[in-house]
């Protein structure tokens, strides 16, 4: 019988959650960005692992917040953790211990989780150490504790192992080609989103959205047209830039990551427009698609 099952990555912004299981997967399908909160939504990413699949569940980060846009955020990491097999928690190596039992609090179903002591290449080994000590007050609570980073690390193995050993019996729920239930027309999206964040400063990129209007999948070529969504005109302007480079180069750089994923050539045609404080209220969310309860 194979193992099959949810397993939910949780943990504050930034901490490392869309690059790890891009790592994992062997493939850039999540957006990363060193500013945090970029992922807005769930994303199914789908790892096999010898006979066994692991369906890892990408999420917002858990932080706290009074905008609406992030409220949304934080309960797509909430609805992950009740939802799932296992939750994998990350801990950047130097954040405080706080936020680890700031999560606990928040897993009311007292999901069995596993600790992962994120980018501990920025540390020395007994830095690692001693915040696994730390950590140990804990372990009645945790099933393991294993420290990571993506930058040194050259197997997944040891994540994995320990991941499928805490997942049910169960037959594959997804085709194991498949890396990711979320379309394609949705990573191109996050893909764009992600040009937008590495590109235009400040605020901005937290009142941008895009849209994608429409992909025309030819033998040779993917032609995709798009609307990146923004609050008010000054923005549009930023994001235009002087003598549309910066548009250019958003562009530019979304189309060289859709290339990279498609292993086609990419045509992709951007416009800009502006909806009015659409992250100020629920209709302005709901019509992009954060449906706020
Ligand atoms: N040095 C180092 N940086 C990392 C590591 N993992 C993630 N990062 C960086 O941390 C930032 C946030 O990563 P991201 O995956 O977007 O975090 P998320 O908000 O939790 O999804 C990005 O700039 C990543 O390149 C790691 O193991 N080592
Ligand atoms: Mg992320």
């Not at 729920?173 to 400040?202: A, C, V, Y």
């Not at 999948?217 to 995709?224: L, P, R, S, Y």
């Not at 502006?274 to 449906?291: A, H, M, P, V």
Request: charge should be neutral; proline fraction near 3%; aromatic fraction near 8%.
């Amino acid at each position: 019988m194979t193992k099959c099952g949810y397993v939910s990555v949780i943990g504050r912004p930034n901490a490392g959650k869309s690059s790890l299981l891009n790592w994992l997967v062997g493939e850039k399908i999540a957006m990363v960005s060193h500013k945090a909160n970029a992922t807005r939504k769930r994303s199914n990413i789908i790892v096999m692992h010898e006979n066994d699949q692991v369906i890892f569940v990408d999420t917002p980060g858990l932080h706290e917040t009074e905008k609406l846009l992030n409220q949304f955020m934080l309960d797509e990491a909430l609805k992950a953790m009740g939802d799932c097999d296992l939750i994998l928690f990350l801990a950047p190596v130097t954040d405080k211990i706080s936020h680890y039992e700031a999560f606990l609090e928040k897993n009311k179903k007292n999901t069995k989780h596993l600790l992962l002591l994120t980018k501990i290449d920025f540390v020395s080994n007994e830095e690692v150490l001693e915040k696994m000590k730390e950590y140990e007050q804990y372990s009645d609570k945790y099933e393991s504790i294993i420290p990571v980073s993506i930058k040194k690390a050259t197997t997944h193995a040891d994540i994995l192992d320990v991941v499928v050993k805490h997942l049910p019996e169960h037959p594959y729920l997804f085709d194991p080609e498949i890396l990711t239930t979320d379309h394609l027309r949705d990573i191109f999206k996050e893909f764009i989103r992600e040009s937008i964040f590495e590109n235009i400063s400040d605020e901005i990129p937290y009142e941008t959205d895009v849209l994608i209007n429409k992909v025309e999948e030819k033998k040779n070529v993917d032609v995709i047209k798009a609307t990146i969504i923004v609050q008010k005109s000054t923005q549009k302007g930023m994001i235009i830039g002087k003598g549309a480079t910066a548009i250019k180069r958003i562009g530019k750089d979304a189309r060289v990551k859709i290339e990279k994923l498609t292993g086609k050539k990419c045509f992709l045609e951007l416009f800009v427009s502006i909806k009015k404080g659409w992250t100020k209220n629920k209709e302005g969310l709901k019509d992009l698609g954060y449906d706020i309860d």
